[in-house]
């Protein structure tokens, strides 16, 4: 198994969780001795213990994104969402359901849930709750060595399923901030503002590598805007002088 | 004051401790509006703009890449090879820091000679872009505003270094929202231009009209967030028994 222990270095107050989708039961793991919804299993991982949950272990969407049920069409044709008070009409909470990323039906019939130091497997997503400062590393980490752009996406609904499923369907990081999601937020899953980040498994290298090389705290980000348009001028003063120089020298 | 601009009101029962911006780019001068009495980096312009003032800056009232993603000047080949990021420890090498550029949004090459900012209660003009700063409770509903009536998704873009292109250039190009959260960014971070966990929100111009009308409409505290977990769960139920009881007729 990989070595995760880089973030540790982190000290978040709430421990990432790794997730794992099978279609057989997972060994040596416990199964879920309650119902709950499929974003409310991050936090209950947070308490310390690895679990793994089945179709009915959940309440709320999640076995519909998991594959794991036929369609529901009460919820599939938006009927839910104006009733409570999210959507204007059905028509536009209808709308949501074909964008939402979800699971081949029939494909997962176990999900494992794991925090970090429990954890006895590959996580397909690693979840972190961070808080801005941290999450501001885990971005500049993914962006280290590739340049690439974060791309978050969600819906006001169904927040779950850009958290755990759009990671491992997409490969893209994904993330969003607690409570901007109205099912969370009612629910009360997490304190409000925290920075829910999540990597899917085929990133995590990178991540880890990353984290490894880069400044988690740059010179720039101490000394103030004064230090920084200090720090930065002579940059680029030493970066054009070598330009002209080798210009003038062509 | 146009239809547009008065729909505009509604931001303000928002009570944000920080007040909206509204930003215009203009080929030509903007009238009855001071031109910045400072050099600023684009970024800057925002905090400037909420202490309260209206203003406009060109070309000369930039550092930083703002003129290079506002069509301003031409390319800027010390930071476009990527030569700058890596030094500041932004970006590992070069190429790294090269690749952002053709990703970053820009607006066309001389089509933008001024750019206006003003805050919600000094606007003079429709704005092409309203950049909200928000807490979460706030950009939570916005979101909501966003989605309401067309179930739209949202999505945010990003890059640790030129923020700005972002949460200023981007809704202006794509028609689409963004957002970020404040100390993402590495330039603004480092310049300490926000307290950290805000979240920005830029709306552009033609979104504007849809989202003022659902925030008029909508509930902007619906009852299952007040409810708490077992309220909000026994509330559900009770939706989903009726909604079953009435399909369960109709069969």
Known sequence: MRDLSIFNEFNFERPPVGIKYLLNKPEGIKKLDKKLALCEMLPEAQKGEAFYATAEDFECVGPLILGMVEPDAIFESGQVGPRLGIFKEARANRRVYPSIPTLAKGSVRYIVFSPLDKLTFDPDVLIFTANSDQAEILLRAYAYTTGKMWNAKGTVVIGCAWLFIYPFVTGELNFTVTNIGAGMKARRVLPEGLVLLSLPYDLIPMMVENLKELDWVPPDYIGGREAHSKIFEEVVEAVMKEYQEDKYSS | MSTNQKN???????????????????????????????????????????????????????????????????????????????????????????????????????????????????????????????????????????????????????????????????????????????????????????????????????????????LREMEWVPESYTLGRKGHKAKVKKIIDRLNKKLSAGK
């Open chain 2, 8 to 214: 505009l009101e509604i931001f303000k029962k928002f009570n944000f401790e920080i007040p909206p911006v509204g930003i215009k780019y203009l080929a030509v001068k903007p009238e009855g509006i001071k031109e910045l009495d400072q050099i600023l980096d684009f970024c800057e312009m925002l905090p400037e703009a909420q202490k309260g003032k209206a203003f406009y800056a060109t070309v000369d009232n930039f550092t930083c890449v703002g003129p290079l993603l506002l069509g301003m000047v031409d390319s800027e080949p010390i930071f476009e090879s990527g030569l700058v990021g890596p030094e500041l420890g932004a970006l590992k090498d070069p190429r790294a820091n090269k690749r952002l550029y053709p990703q970053v949004p820009r607006v066309d090459k001389g089509t933008v000679n001024y750019v206006a900012f003003a805050p919600l209660d000094k606007l003079t003009f429709e704005p092409d872009v309203l950049v909200v700063t928000a807490g979460v409770s706030q950009a939570e509903i916005l979101l909501r505003a966003n989605s309401y009536s067309s179930g739209r998704s949202w999505s945010a873009q990003g890059t640790p270094v030129m923020g700005c292109a972002w949460m200023f250039v981007y809704p202006y190009v794509t028609g689409r929202m963004n957002l970020t959260v404040s100390g993402f960014a590495f330039g603004m971070r480092s310049r300490n231009l926000f307290p950290e966990g805000l979240i920005i929100l830029s709306i552009p111009w033609d979104l504007l009209p849809e989202i003022t009308e659902n």
